[in-house]
């Protein structure tokens, strides 16, 4: 028993759930598996969306403490999340998703979706900031197509 009966609320009756268990408990205890560990190490580090402080990093957090009295994780690394021009999230059913082979190789019309090369996304994700939500597009990778070839030529330049 987590809850101790001190914890109860006056007047409150309570009864013990069979049917249902928190959406997080069982990724929330994945911590578990250090345990069998000798030296029952923490992990380094927590690494998910942003929108998990309510989720996977509370519920291990709280189930952690609960049954060990530390924390599963020395730090929680938050990242943002990759987004359509429009700022929305990229989803199958609404057809927003840009592919990186897309951009890399070009679509199945390359008048109308052409190959940029590895290098325009590779610009893009070493210019991203990984703890705030990006977007990526037509007009992104377009942008980026232009400094890329320019810093190229620069360097090419300057060598």
């Not at 268990?21 to 927590?46: C, H, I, K, P, Q």
């Not at 996977?56 to 952690?64: A, G, I, K």
């Amino acid at each position: 028993q987590l809850l101790t009966p001190g914890r109860f609320l006056p007047g409150e009756t309570y009864r013990k759930g069979h049917d249902t268990l928190d959406v997080w408990f069982d990724s929330g205890t994945s911590w578990t598996t250090l345990l069998d560990r000798e030296d029952s190490r923490r992990a380094d580090m927590y690494l998910e969306g942003g929108d998990q402080h309510r989720g996977w990093f509370q519920s291990s957090l709280l189930t952690s403490i609960a049954a060990t009295g530390r924390a599963p994780f020395k730090t929680v690394v938050p990242h943002g999340f990759v987004l359509d021009e429009a700022g929305r999230k990229m989803s199958k059913s609404v057809g927003n998703v840009v592919e990186p082979e897309r951009i890399v190789r070009g679509g199945k019309d390359l008048a109308k979706e052409p190959a940029y090369g590895v290098d325009v996304l590779r610009a893009w994700v070493a210019q991203s900031d990984y703890t705030k939500d990006v977007h990526i597009g037509d007009a992104t990778v377009g942008e980026l197509t232009g400094s890329s070839t320019s810093s190229r030529v620069q360097q090419d330049v300057d060598c």
